[in-house]
């Protein structure tokens, strides 16, 4: 839960919906701040209403065969746990990668944004040395995979990813997003420029900062936290930050007041399996530029916004929402209605009958 993505929503939600239902929960994780999570998410006093079983967080002293040494950690933790407890579930809803699964003779569905995230770090690549590595890691993925009943994805592209991989099928599950929390009809706007999101390489956030550098006549700005595995990248960011440009380090729950002034939206992001965030700016009256691949080429579709695949194209985009008040407007109402077949709502209306399906 300290990850504070995309699953930590999904996992919060997921046990709203079921709450709902009239279900006992137990919400089993490693250690985590409960009060900042509530504060990041919004949702203070949610876990005195599910029973937390907790474990101690993975810190590792080398990364040497970090991968295995992760799965045997997990493995014996969410034993040790669940025995202590003498706990039997009905049905285990995970949010966690699939060796990470409790074992148990529960049905068991799983939340999917990637099918073994190694995969494309290196047995795609044609490595031997990758391949020889990750093989038993791999046969261990299929091996927790036959005691999944049910795969739910975060998207169709993720889906598709994991019927040629696995050979499953799964059913596609938008993840829930804070729409309501971030509506806004504001006509008036600022030349303002945003991206939202974890501070990272696999973001993009240099691209942005290019994108800036183009566009000195409008303000940029970036809003994320940093994990402590990041801070190399974020200080290279700031050494390179143009003047056009700044960062803000706070919860988007917390920079409400920025989106409600922003014109547009851009993700950098390349091949993500979805996009919370856009979705979120979306529904706060700001017009997605993104990266035309992953999930969400399948959310900004239409006049809902534009896609980019180099950065004068994105650039070029930018400039014309900006220079076409008639246009952006048209675009940002687009976006913004089609930003609620997003919504938590419809997340949890929709995991409730499938764990319904099980559960009678």
């Known amino acids: 839960m300290s990850v504070l993505g995309g699953a930590e929503r999904v996992a919060i939600h997921s046990a709203k919906a079921l709450l709902d239902r009239g279900d006992e929960v137990y919400f089993l994780s490693e250690d985590f701040d409960v009060g900042h999570v509530e504060d990041f998410y919004g949702c203070e006093g949610f876990f005195n209403k599910v029973t937390r079983i907790s474990y101690p967080s ?66 795609g690549s044609g490595s031997w040395s990758w391949r020889f590595y990750y093989w038993p890691a791999s046969r261990y993925y299929r091996h927790k995979l036959s005691n999944i009943d049910k795969l739910l994805s975060v998207s169709d592209y993720s889906r598709g990813r994991i019927k040629r ?52 006549q409008l303000r940029f700005v970036i809003i994320g936290s940093v994990s402590r595995d990041k801070t190399g990248y974020y200080e290279e960011l700031m050494r390179n930050l143009p003047q056009n440009c700044e960062i803000v380090l706070a919860p988007l729950m917390k920079s409400k007041e920025l989106l409600q002034r922003a014109k547009v939206y ?95």
């Open 58 to 123: 993975f810190k590792p002293r080398t990364r040497k065969a970090l991968l295995y040494r992760m799965i045997i950690y997990y493995r014996r933790q969410q034993g040790l746990a669940l025995a202590k407890l003498r706990l039997r579930p009905d049905i285990i809803l995970s949010t966690q990668d699939i060796p990470y699964v409790p074992s148990t003779e529960a049905p068991t569905i799983q939340y999917l944004y990637y099918p073994e995230y190694f995969t494309h770090l290196g047995l």
């Open 165 to 216: 991989v696995w050979g499953r099928d799964a059913t596609t599950l938008y993840p829930p997003c804070a729409v309501d929390e971030y509506a806004s009809q504001r006509s008036e706007r600022e030349n303002l420029i945003l991206t939202v999101g974890r501070i990272g390489p696999e973001k993009g956030h240099h691209t942005f900062l290019e994108i800036a550098r183009n566009l000195p």
């Open 266 to 360: 851009i993700h950098c992001a390349r091949d993500e399996q979805f996009g919370i965030t856009i979705v979120e700016a979306m529904a706060a009256g700001l017009v997605p530029v993104v990266h035309d691949s992953g999930g969400p080429r399948e959310l900004v579709v239409d006049t809902a916004g534009f896609r980019w695949t180099d950065t004068a194209e994105a650039v070029r985009q930018v400039e014309r929402l900006v220079g076409d008040e008639s246009l952006r407007t048209s675009m940002a109402e687009t976006a913004r209605l089609r930003a609620n077949l997003f919504s938590s709502h419809a997340f949890e209306t929709r995991i409730a009958e499938i764990v319904g399906n099980y559960a009678n």
